[in-house]
């Protein structure tokens, strides 16, 4: 790299953000933080702001303005306020990355305004893929634009693919750490707490992806990204459970060979990737040894008892518009399970229920989506009201 890349990370005070800008301090002479978003948290925003002085800081909570704008006062960083000057921001001529950390279906539309303006996308938010695959990856390539996928297990096949051809793909193999309830009975899981689903065993994420990992919505989600990011058809996409997460993907050619990508669980490996692809930056992380390793397991994901990987693979299959209900229901679900109103199997319920009730739409609109986003989430919370609680809190 010859230029200094300016970045804009969206979601910077989330898990994926506060990482992204972990690698760019490791690197000054690499990347810059241009520009950095927040939905709520101002108290971080405004100390990241003043630890990395971009040159635009936008905070989407209007009623938070006021105080970013005044703390930052005294330096020269220009300060924004809603999602629509997020949608502005990420245009801006000076930016060469944008790196999408937003949590849901927020970022759709900043990615989308991103590809339009040809800036590279590096893609931590998948539900922009799971919602609006067609548009995007279409927009993409009107635009010439590179999606560079953040996710550990689309950034193993990534780099896997690396000097081969798409059309030699026989089968993406995307791995499960299975969660905290891996081998748990239904039984079990009527009862989880929210203090129980946010203990993952091997990654440190935010509320909302942890939920998702433990339900496996998450594994879901990624095999519909994985779709769209690699064209391949459902059938070519298989998940599997390997507690260890150590490998983070594999891919099977149509000679039966098999690439896997490997290392430690850290996330800043794959943000560090997809920043400086195609050069691999030196780091100082902690190295992967088989000796500390001897035994990597794999088994299948059970089906039955964690129904939205298979709400997802259905989802996939039925295309059009039924990926965008399925996110839109879990949305509000996770929501709705974090602050103790519905029941970790009840999650799976609501979703379904959605699914089987929301107006298909085999060739869906942009406007259809932002149609099927809203009464999804209308329909998924009245859910919520109506079914009795079976959970114990805390």
């Given at each position: ?25 490791e690197?000054p ?18 100390e ?65 305004e ?23 990856t279409?927009?993409?390539r ?29 089968k ?17 899981l ?20 942890t ?10 989600l ?16 298989e998940?599997?459970v ?10 099977q ?49 059970d089906?039955?008892?964690?129904r ?30 974090l602050k ?18 929301m ?36």
């Amino acid at each position: 790299m010859n230029k200094i890349k300016n970045i804009a990370v969206l979601g910077s005070t989330g898990s994926i953000g506060t990482q992204t800008l972990e690698v760019i301090s490791e690197n000054p002479g690499l990347f810059r933080a241009y520009a950095i978003t927040a939905q709520n948290s101002a108290d971080l925003l405004i100390e990241q702001a003043l630890q990395f002085n971009p040159a635009h800081v936008v905070i989407c909570n209007e009623e938070k303005y006021q105080q970013v704008k005044q703390t930052l006062a005294h330096t020269s960083i220009q300060v924004h306020c809603g999602a629509e000057a997020i949608k502005e921001i990420v245009t801006h001529p000076e930016i060469d990355t944008v790196l999408t950390a937003m949590v849901g279906f927020a970022g759709l539309e900043p990615t989308i305004e991103a590809i339009k303006a040809g800036k590279e996308i590096a893609l931590a938010n998948k539900e922009t893929l799971v919602v609006a695959g067609d548009l995007i990856t279409d927009l993409a390539r009107k635009h010439h634009v590179s999606i560079l996928p953040v996710d550990s297990e689309h950034s193993a096949i990534f780099q896997c693919l690396v000097g081969e051809q798409y059309d030699e793909i026989e089968k993406l193999i995307l791995t499960a750490s299975g969660g905290p309830f891996r081998g748990k009975t239904a039984d079990v899981l009527t009862n989880v707490t929210r203090k129980e689903a946010l203990k993952h065993p091997n990654w440190v994420m935010g509320a909302k992806i942890t939920i998702d990992s433990a339900t496996l919505m998450n594994k879901g989600l990624e095999v519909i990204e994985a779709k769209w990011l690699f064209n391949v058809n459902v059938d070519q996409i298989e998940v599997i459970v390997h507690p260890q997460s150590i490998v983070h993907s594999l891919v099977q050619f149509r000679d039966g060979s098999l690439k896997a990508q490997m290392g430690l669980p850290d996330m800043k490996l794959p943000i560090q990737y997809a920043l400086g692809h195609p050069q691999r930056i030196a780091n100082n992380y902690k190295r992967f040894s088989f000796l500390d390793y001897p035994s990597l397991s794999f088994e299948q994901p059970d089906l039955k008892t964690f129904r939205n990987l298979a709400l997802c693979f259905d989802a996939l299959k039925q295309g059009g518009n039924m990926p965008c209900i399925v996110n839109a229901a879990n949305e509000v679900a996770v929501a709705g399970f974090l602050k103790d109103e519905t029941g970790f199997l009840q999650m799976s319920d609501i979703i379904e229920t959605c699914m089987t009730k929301m107006p298909y739409i085999a060739a869906p609109t942009m406007q259809d989506y932002l149609n099927t986003d809203k009464e999804t989430r209308i329909l998924a919370q009245n859910l919520i009201k109506q079914m009795p609680l079976k959970a114990v809190t805390i």
